[in-house]
């Protein structure tokens, strides 16, 4: 059965705190990425990574970086926490084919 | 560039009632055209998928989609809700010439009341 798999399911930190949220994957997939999910305006790419060391922007990268040092493993990166940050992360992975598999989100609050 | 606009931000609707979620897309090129649904407290799972051919798509859970170029647009549909149907559905839409980024609408929140 496909696992996506996130490391914390809530995270509270301060402002200016650097926070990594962790994504693992078992499906050998190729392809990872990063939304962050708002009410009312649904989910918004951060970042993707098509192999190992790739990345590429999505459409709201400001704030953000990744890190993927292996295939099952995406890290997303907030380098100094804001409160506009606060919201929910979704990450998810694809063979290349037409399914996104998502994790179960991680809700972050920056206080 | 793509856009994926749900018309509802929230429907609500009595057990055993149809329902249809309405989503319009705009695009230059080719699309694929995707619903999600969440259920509350989780992540994102695929009801279904328009590729090719038949311009109505079944789903899981009784859901099914139609396909409409002319309109572009791709509503969501369900003869009988049941309460486990409480959840937020997202369209989504992926270009045929990428291999992987989708682009969501804002989303529709289902609520079924007995």
């Known amino acids: 059965d496909v696992k996506v798999t996130q490391s914390s399911r809530y995270l509270v930190k301060r402002t200016g705190e650097k926070v990594f949220l962790e994504c693992v994957q078992d499906?050998?997939?190729?392809?990872m990425f990063w939304y962050r999910q708002d009410p009312g305006l649904g989910l918004r790419l951060i970042y993707f990574?098509?192999?190992?060391?790739?990345?590429e922007k999505g459409d709201i990268p400001e704030g953000y970086s990744v890190s993927r040092e292996k295939k099952e493993r995406f890290s997303l990166i907030l380098e100094s926490a804001s409160t506009n940050q606060t919201s929910m992360y979704l990450c998810?992975?694809?063979?290349?084919?037409?399914?996104?598999?998502f994790g179960p989100g991680t809700r972050l609050t920056v206080t | 560039a793509q856009s994926v606009t749900q018309l509802d931000s929230q429907v609500p609707v009595f057990e055993e009632a149809p329902v249809e979620l309405r989503c319009n897309y705009s695009s230059s090129v080719s699309v694929y055209l995707f619903w999600y649904v969440q259920y509350p407290n989780q992540g994102l799972q695929l009801l279904l998928k328009?590729?090719?051919?038949?311009?109505l798509v079944k789903g899981i859970n009784g859901f099914e989609a139609e396909f409409n170029k002319s309109q572009t647009s791709f509503h969501l549909r369900k003869p009988s809700v049941h309460i486990s149907d409480t959840a937020e559905y997202f369209c989504?839409?992926?270009?045929?010439?990428?291999?992987?980024?989708?682009?969501f609408g804002a989303g529709t929140q289902v609520v079924v009341t007995p």
């Open positions: 328009y590729l090719s051919g038949s311009t």
């Open positions: 989504a839409v992926r270009r045929t010439d990428s291999w992987g980024k989708l682009q």
């Open positions: 499906m050998d997939h190729e392809n």
């Open positions: 990574s098509y192999d190992v060391k790739m990345k």
């Open positions: 998810a992975s694809t063979p290349g084919t037409y399914e996104q598999y």
